[in-house]
């Protein structure tokens, strides 16, 4: 057990870039869900897969937001023409059902 | 919908000294609760959950929960505070996935 990786820690990125992050969760873990926290908030919830099936996606996430997990294993986040008000970290958490959530160390994006 | 408030955003407590950070809870049914903590730019660490049994649930480095149902609250303790306990912590709820309150800052002086 590895534990829930992400990638890359860090992001700048200027204004109307696209930028794509990377999550893979503890292997045996079938859900796999997506939160962004920015400072002094809680983390809140974005979206959510169980296996390869996007169950859920938060009003949060506009068109420019798009997620991904093929195959059931990793997942992508991609921000299409990024805004300031994207800047936040972005946390991917997997879990078997019914229990605890496993946190990676997030994705801290930064918009120039 | 299910949700859970932090009603105090800082605690600041001597090292040594019991340590308590309020939740409160708003659900229908029986409810799931959590407690996190996240230390600077890192993930969040579960720290301990309800989901039924025992009002007093212990957790992880010497923490504990008390659910209370008439008062629909779910408390994080621990007896006596740590300066490495110095982070935010956060309570939630879970339905399919977890709703979490606003994050309140414990600091322990030495």
């Known amino acids: 057990d590895t534990g829930v990786s992400q990638d890359p820690r860090h992001k700048i990125t200027k204004r109307g870039q696209n930028v794509t992050f990377r999550c893979d969760p503890i292997?045996?873990?079938?859900?796999l869900y997506w939160y962004r926290q920015t400072l002094g908030q809680g983390p809140e919830f974005l979206t959510y897969?169980?296996?390869?099936?996007?169950?859920?996606k938060s009003r949060l996430l506009s068109d420019r937001f798009s997620a991904e997990r093929p195959k059931g294993s990793f997942s992508t986040l991609e921000i299409q023409r990024t805004e300031q008000g994207d800047s936040a970290m972005y946390l991917c958490?997997?879990?078997?059902?019914?229990?605890?959530?496993?946190f990676g160390n997030g994705t801290r994006l930064t918009v120039t | 919908a299910q949700s859970v408030a932090q009603p105090e955003d800082q605690v600041n407590v001597a090292e040594g000294n019991p340590l308590t950070v309020k939740c409160t809870y708003s659900?229908?049914?029986?409810?799931?609760l959590f407690w996190y903590v996240q230390y600077p730019n890192r993930g969040l660490q579960f720290l301990l959950k309800?989901?039924?049994?025992?009002?007093l649930v212990k957790g992880s480095y010497g923490f504990e929960a008390e659910f209370n149902k008439s008062q629909t609250s779910f408390h994080l303790k621990k007896p006596s505070a740590l300066v490495s306990d110095s982070a935010l912590y956060f309570c939630?709820?879970?339905?399919?996935?977890?709703?979490f309150g606003a994050g309140t800052t414990v600091t322990v002086r030495a």
């Open positions: 958490a997997s879990r078997l059902t019914n229990s605890p959530l496993h």
């Open positions: 292997s045996e873990h079938n859900r």
């Open positions: 897969f169980q296996n390869e099936a996007q169950l859920e």
């Open positions: 659900v229908s049914g029986n409810p799931y």
């Open positions: 309800y989901i039924t049994g025992d009002n």
């Open positions: 939630a709820v879970n339905d399919y996935k977890l709703s």
